[in-house]
């Protein structure tokens, strides 16, 4: 994808903070947090920081999801590039087939609009049919298609919302006073350190989870 096709990705990836703003220019997009130029996006969707000392909690959560979401799109890109044709009668549309196991197939298009839109499908005699959509969202298309061709189990995998409920579950326990081996609360610490670090957004869903609480209580 152009630079300018790239630069929409990765804005539309993003959450929705309320003083994060872009500026686009020849080469690269810039990224504010309120007044201050933040970060930066490269042509090649690489992110990058300026040394602006600003160290504080909303920084890292806004960096953290910068990075992952410009991996994120980089790596679809770059599929997407590669992939071959995917070779099925009477398609409407042209797809590229990005991954086959069985008989069940993850394939993707570039929409006219410059986003695109990723399918898993079983195939049959007749060509594909059964189609779960999921929009320019890649990685839970890759999810519905290792889970669906069952090379994963799919009750080894969580929601992100059910991911920071344990989190949070982990977090009362540990914190709660209860009696616990060393073996089991390093155990429990270990979770704390890897589910964020596991969950796009984590702390984006983990803040509106506590809002919705807080509101509820109000």
Not at 4 to 20: A, C, G, N, T
Not at 22 to 45: C, S
Not at 177 to 201: F, Q, W
Request: charged share 30%.
């Amino acid at each position: 994808m152009n630079k300018d096709q790239l630069f929409k990705e990765i804005q539309s990836h993003m959450p929705r903070f309320e003083d994060v703003w872009y500026k686009r220019t020849e080469d690269i997009m810039e990224v504010y947090i309120a007044d201050t130029k933040e970060f930066f996006v490269d042509k090649g969707g690489y992110a990058e920081w300026y040394n602006n000392g600003n160290g504080n909690e909303h920084y890292y959560e806004v960096r953290n999801c910068l990075n992952s979401v410009t991996a994120l799109v980089r790596e679809y890109d770059k599929a997407m590039k590669k992939a071959p044709d995917l070779k099925v009668p009477d398609l409407p549309q042209p797809y590229k087939l990005l991954a086959q196991y069985d008989n069940i197939v993850l394939a993707g298009r570039e929409l006219s609009s410059g986003s695109f839109e990723f399918v898993t499908w079983r195939q049959n005699d007749n060509g594909v049919g059964e189609g779960n959509y999921y929009g320019n969202n890649y990685a839970r298309a890759k999810e519905n298609f290792a889970t669906r061709s069952g090379l994963i189990n799919e009750y080894k995998l969580f929601s992100n919302e059910e991911y920071v409920e344990i989190y949070r579950c982990v977090c009362d326990t540990l914190e709660g006073g209860y009696e616990l081996s060393d073996e089991h609360k390093t155990m429990l610490e270990n979770l704390c350190r890897k589910i964020p670090e596991a969950v796009d957004n984590f702390e984006q869903i983990l803040k509106t989870e506590r809002e919705q609480e807080y509101e509820m209580s109000m």
